[in-house]
């Protein structure tokens, strides 16, 4: 059974830092790329960064994220990063782990919160 655990959303001020993790379970975690994905209220859901399998280095990042948002994988751990600086209001939505893929992908967790507030 796969399962993807996100944590480490909340409030925070605009240009305030989050660091948002995800555990995968249940499926070749190392071989599988990962990618996080926001949905702002009243938007489709959006892609915010993704990273590539092991062996094949590869990440990439929305334009709006770009040099403010990191994204990294721990295979030991089955867990992928998003660490968050300089946030902005924009920023606002449910930020969602997503797993096996790259131009789509198989499994997603359930989300988590991330406002920023000015």
């Known amino acids: 059974q796969v399962q993807l655990v996100e944590s480490g959303g909340g409030s925070v001020q605009a240009g305030g830092s989050l660091k948002l993790s995800c555990i995968g379970s249940?499926?070749?975690?190392?071989?599988?790329?990962m990618g996080w994905y926001r949905q702002a209220p009243g938007k489709e859901r959006e892609l915010v960064s993704k990273?590539?399998?092991?062996?094949?280095?590869?990440?990439t990042y929305a334009d709006s994220v770009k040099g403010r948002f990191t994204i990294s994988r721990d295979n030991a751990k089955n867990t992928v990063y998003l660490q968050m600086n300089r946030l902005q209001t924009d920023d606002t939505a449910v930020y969602y782990c997503a797993a096996c893929g790259w131009a789509n992908f198989d499994y997603w967790g359930q989300g988590t919160q991330v406002t920023v507030s000015s």
């Open positions: 249940g499926y070749p975690f190392s071989s599988c790329g």
């Open positions: 990273i590539s399998s092991i062996g094949i280095s590869r990440i």
